[in-house]
């Protein structure tokens, strides 16, 4: 069974940082694309960044200039460097995976999600 966890969440203070860490355990034979989302309160999931198998990125509008994401394929880990953090960016970060198993049966698995609190 496979399994992705997140981990680095808190509260900051606004300008300040955090970074993200989503590590996948199981029987994995490769993780292709990643991307982490987001939830704030009564809002609907969005997609903040998201990293191919090959290290090309996507960035919402939102973070560009602000958040990094990066990927260290021997430790199965995709971090989400979070600086010049803003109140809005308030929310439950979750990350997916898009992860081949040796069955060869493609899997798009989420974590539990992990909580960033920006206070102004």
């Known amino acids: 069974q496979v399994q992705l966890v997140e981990s680095g969440g808190g509260l900051v203070q606004a300008g300040g940082s955090l970074r993200l860490s989503c590590a996948a355990s199981?029987?994995?034979?490769?993780?292709?694309?990643v991307g982490w989302y987001r939830q704030a309160p009564g809002k609907q999931r969005e997609l903040v960044a998201s990293?191919?198998?090959?290290?090309?990125?996507n960035y919402a509008d939102s973070v560009k200039g602000r958040f990094t994401i990066s990927r260290d394929n021997a430790k199965n880990t995709v971090y989400l460097q979070m600086n010049s953090l803003k109140p809005e960016d308030t929310a439950v970060y979750y990350c997916?995976?898009?992860?081949?198993?040796?069955?060869?049966?493609?899997?798009?698995?989420w974590g539990q999600g992990t909580l960033v609190t920006v206070s102004s």
């Open positions: 997916n995976a898009d992860i081949t198993p040796p069955t060869y049966i493609h899997l798009g698995v």
């Open positions: 199981g029987s994995i034979l490769s993780i292709n694309a």
């Open positions: 990293i191919t198998s090959g290290g090309s990125t």
